[in-house]
Protein backbone atom coordinates (compact mmCIF):
# COMPACT_ATOMS: atom_id res chain seq x y z
CA UNK A 1 0.00 0.00 0.00
CA UNK A 2 2.88 2.32 0.21
CA UNK A 3 3.16 2.32 -3.50
CA UNK A 4 -0.10 3.45 -4.00
CA UNK A 5 0.89 7.53 -3.17
CA UNK A 6 4.16 7.62 -5.08
CA UNK A 7 4.93 4.47 -6.81
CA UNK A 8 9.04 4.05 -6.84
CA UNK A 9 11.28 0.66 -8.13
CA UNK A 10 10.43 -2.70 -9.70
CA UNK A 11 6.95 -2.86 -7.31
CA UNK A 12 5.98 0.55 -8.15
CA UNK A 13 5.85 0.58 -11.35
CA UNK A 14 4.05 -2.88 -11.30
CA UNK A 15 1.64 -0.59 -9.29
CA UNK A 16 1.04 2.00 -11.52
CA UNK A 17 0.47 -0.21 -14.55
CA UNK A 18 -2.11 -2.16 -13.22
CA UNK A 19 -3.61 1.16 -11.62
CA UNK A 20 -3.74 1.87 -15.58
CA UNK A 21 -5.30 -1.24 -16.54
CA UNK A 22 -7.97 -1.17 -13.49
CA UNK A 23 -9.17 1.98 -13.14
CA UNK A 24 -9.27 1.90 -17.05
CA UNK A 25 -13.27 1.47 -17.64
CA UNK A 26 -14.26 3.56 -14.59
CA UNK A 27 -12.23 6.24 -16.35
CA UNK A 28 -13.50 5.88 -19.53
CA UNK A 29 -17.19 5.87 -17.88
CA UNK A 30 -16.50 8.96 -16.39
CA UNK A 31 -14.98 10.37 -19.47
CA UNK A 32 -18.03 9.19 -21.68
CA UNK A 33 -20.13 11.99 -19.22
CA UNK A 34 -18.41 14.62 -20.76
CA UNK A 35 -20.42 16.13 -23.83
CA UNK A 36 -20.94 19.73 -25.39
CA UNK A 37 -17.02 20.41 -24.36
CA UNK A 38 -14.08 21.21 -26.17
CA UNK A 39 -11.13 22.36 -23.72
CA UNK A 40 -8.58 24.22 -25.10
CA UNK A 41 -6.38 23.13 -22.22
CA UNK A 42 -6.40 20.34 -19.60
CA UNK A 43 -4.41 20.02 -16.14
CA UNK A 44 -4.58 16.28 -15.31
CA UNK A 45 -3.66 16.17 -11.51
CA UNK A 46 -1.98 12.36 -10.12
CA UNK A 47 -1.15 11.46 -13.91
CA UNK A 48 -0.28 8.42 -12.28
CA UNK A 49 0.86 6.11 -15.54
CA UNK A 50 -0.25 8.70 -18.04
CA UNK A 51 -3.21 6.28 -19.60
CA UNK A 52 -5.92 8.92 -19.11
CA UNK A 53 -3.66 11.74 -20.56
CA UNK A 54 -3.38 9.50 -23.74
CA UNK A 55 -7.30 9.13 -23.92
CA UNK A 56 -8.15 12.83 -23.23
CA UNK A 57 -5.40 13.82 -25.79
CA UNK A 58 -7.49 11.58 -28.39
CA UNK A 59 -10.76 12.80 -26.97
CA UNK A 60 -10.08 16.40 -27.31
CA UNK A 61 -7.20 16.87 -30.57
CA UNK A 62 -6.76 20.34 -29.85
CA UNK A 63 -6.34 20.38 -26.68
CA UNK A 64 -2.81 20.68 -24.90
CA UNK A 65 -2.67 18.52 -21.69
CA UNK A 66 -0.34 19.30 -18.57
CA UNK A 67 0.19 16.60 -16.28
CA UNK A 68 1.36 16.19 -12.71
CA UNK A 69 2.34 13.56 -10.23
CA UNK A 70 4.14 13.33 -6.93
CA UNK A 71 6.09 10.16 -8.04
CA UNK A 72 8.94 10.69 -10.95
CA UNK A 73 8.41 7.09 -11.67
CA UNK A 74 4.88 8.39 -12.64
CA UNK A 75 5.81 10.96 -14.38
CA UNK A 76 8.50 8.82 -16.23
CA UNK A 77 5.97 6.42 -17.25
CA UNK A 78 3.51 9.23 -18.38
CA UNK A 79 6.00 10.48 -20.47
CA UNK A 80 6.72 7.22 -22.10
CA UNK A 81 3.26 6.56 -23.13
CA UNK A 82 2.59 10.18 -24.47
CA UNK A 83 5.53 10.82 -26.27
CA UNK A 84 4.19 11.61 -29.34
CA UNK A 85 1.98 14.24 -28.11
CA UNK A 86 4.94 15.97 -25.92
CA UNK A 87 7.23 15.73 -29.32
CA UNK A 88 3.99 17.21 -31.31
CA UNK A 89 3.80 20.15 -27.96
CA UNK A 90 0.54 19.17 -26.78
CA UNK A 91 1.87 17.51 -23.89
CA UNK A 92 4.17 18.58 -20.90
CA UNK A 93 4.47 16.49 -18.06
CA UNK A 94 5.98 17.55 -14.43
CA UNK A 95 6.93 16.01 -10.99
CA UNK A 96 5.63 17.56 -8.15
CA UNK A 97 3.13 18.26 -5.64
CA UNK A 98 -0.58 18.82 -5.99
CA UNK A 99 -0.47 20.27 -2.34
CA UNK A 100 1.82 22.65 -3.50
CA UNK A 101 -0.16 24.21 -6.57
CA UNK A 102 -2.20 27.71 -6.63
CA UNK A 103 -5.31 26.13 -8.18
CA UNK A 104 -7.05 29.71 -7.70
CA UNK A 105 -3.77 30.32 -10.70
CA UNK A 106 -4.72 27.55 -12.77
CA UNK A 107 -5.51 28.52 -16.54
CA UNK A 108 -6.78 25.97 -18.18
CA UNK A 109 -10.23 24.99 -19.69
CA UNK A 110 -10.61 21.75 -17.35
CA UNK A 111 -9.04 19.83 -15.25
CA UNK A 112 -8.82 16.04 -14.54
CA UNK A 113 -8.10 14.44 -11.14
CA UNK A 114 -8.20 11.09 -8.74
CA UNK A 115 -11.26 11.96 -6.71
CA UNK A 116 -9.04 11.49 -3.79
CA UNK A 117 -8.01 15.35 -4.34
CA UNK A 118 -11.52 16.28 -4.56
CA UNK A 119 -13.32 16.98 -1.53
CA UNK A 120 -14.71 13.03 -0.66
CA UNK A 121 -17.53 13.45 1.47
CA UNK A 122 -16.39 10.12 3.60
CA UNK A 123 -13.83 7.80 3.79
CA UNK A 124 -15.57 5.70 1.63
CA UNK A 125 -15.40 7.42 -0.87
CA UNK A 126 -12.40 8.80 -0.86
CA UNK A 127 -10.65 5.52 -0.77
CA UNK A 128 -11.92 4.45 -4.30
CA UNK A 129 -9.92 6.33 -6.86
CA UNK A 130 -12.45 7.84 -9.56
CA UNK A 131 -11.43 10.33 -12.25
CA UNK A 132 -13.37 13.23 -13.18
CA UNK A 133 -12.63 15.80 -15.65
CA UNK A 134 -13.98 19.57 -14.39
CA UNK A 135 -15.06 22.11 -17.30
CA UNK A 136 -14.24 25.84 -16.57
CA UNK A 137 -17.44 26.58 -19.50
Known amino acids: LQQT???D????SLM???MNRHHAKLA???????????????EELGCGGGRNVKVLL???PDAKISALDYS???????MQ??????MAKRC???QGSVTKLRLYTIQCSAFSAPANLSNASSASQSSVSRSMLFSKQ
Open 5 to 7: PKP
Open 9 to 12: GLLG
Open 16 to 18: ISS
Open 28 to 42: DWGMSHLVNISPDTI
Open 58 to 60: RKY
Open 72 to 78: PLSVRKT
Open 81 to 86: TNHRAI
Open 92 to 94: TVV
